[in-house]
């Protein structure tokens, strides 16, 4: 079992940057694909990236590509996500969730595990 702590959200105007966090309690973390995911007031929550448990495979939304990068740590028990040049529509809470020995999928359904959301707010 898994748990999750997502922190790093804030305020912060169209164009610029924010790193969320998202560290995990339990000795098998190395073994889990971790993904991202956001939910914005009135919207079904939704992929944003996903890292494989081997750490072999990013997969992002288009949405996102080439502003977002995923990383994990796994000494640290920690992955990022570095977000870059963000929009207004980025608005959201993100989660962080894990999937035991999953392939960084893009389907919620996958994921037994998540964390409590932090929120992300994007000025224009």
């Known amino acids: 079992q898994v748990q999750l702590v997502e922190s790093g959200g804030g305020l912060v105007q169209a164009g610029g940057s924010l790193r969320l966090s998202c560290a995990a309690s339990g000795r098998t973390f190395s073994s889990y694909a971790m993904g991202w995911f956001r939910q914005a007031p009135g919207k079904e929550r939704e992929f944003v990236v996903a890292?494989?448990?081997?750490?072999?495979?990013?997969n992002y939304a288009e949405s996102v590509k080439g502003r977002f990068t995923m990383s994990r740590d796994n000494a640290k028990k920690t992955v990022y996500l570095q977000m870059n040049s963000l929009k207004p529509e980025d608005t959201a809470v993100y989660y962080c969730a894990a999937d035991y020995r999953g392939p960084g999928d893009t389907s919620i359904s996958r994921y037994n595990y998540w964390g409590q959301g932090t929120q992300v707010t994007v000025s224009s």
């Open positions: 890292i494989s448990w081997s750490g072999g495979r990013t």
